[in-house]
């Protein structure tokens, strides 16, 4: 029993880690004490790629940062079931492909916040079922439906200070990871 709550802990790991580095990040943003190693991501700039790695990290408002937190936690809780290391790889190839489309394709504006890598665990949370089909991926998709199936009306433009490219890129990377993971063979 021991063991299995030792690596019950240790499967949350880097999902605890993550989550922490981006409130202690995005704290420092708000009050003023970011060092300008942290720059927002701004398409087609060269000042603006490291943004790529960096966008999930900062956090306009406390709002903002709180309102990507509980579905960053649920999302990342699901995914860290399959273990870290899995967490961690779909994590960084969400997190590579949203920034990269969004460098490419994004409107010429900041763009910043955890949202596009929530976008990026839903959609891959939704479509693994289809790519790794069983008991748990159906339930765990199926009930990401229900709970936040609401989250779709995210990919479209509603405000302009919200990256809804940033939502729409996270989404399709998340499908794109999932299909790249997945272990049905087509």
Not at 7 to 25: D, E, H, M, P
Not at 110 to 135: E, T
Request: aromatic share 14%; hydrophobic share 50%.
């Amino acid at each position: 029993m021991l063991n299995d709550i030792k690596a019950s802990k240790s499967r949350f790991y880097s999902a605890t880690c993550f989550l922490c580095f981006i409130w202690g990040v995005s704290i420092l943003g708000l009050v003023g004490l970011l060092p300008d190693v942290f720059p927002k991501l701004l398409p087609r700039h060269v000042s603006g790629i490291l943004g790529i790695l960096t966008m999930p990290l900062l956090h306009g408002s406390l709002i903002h940062l709180m309102s990507n937190t509980l579905p960053f936690i649920i999302f990342s809780l699901l995914i860290s079931l399959r273990g870290n290391s899995y967490y961690i790889k779909v994590s960084v190839l969400i997190l590579l492909i949203t920034g990269a489309l969004l460098w490419l394709f994004g409107r010429s504006s900041f763009h910043i916040g955890a949202s596009g890598l929530v976008f990026g665990y839903f959609g891959f949370l939704l479509v693994r079922m289809f790519y790794s089909p069983s008991i748990s991926t159906i339930a765990i998709s199926l009930g990401v439906f229900i709970i936040y199936g609401g989250m779709i009306w995210g990919v479209l433009p509603q405000r302009s200070y919200v990256s809804w490219e940033g939502h729409l890129f996270g989404m399709i990377a998340g499908v794109i990871v999932a299909k790249a993971m997945g272990t049905k063979k087509n």
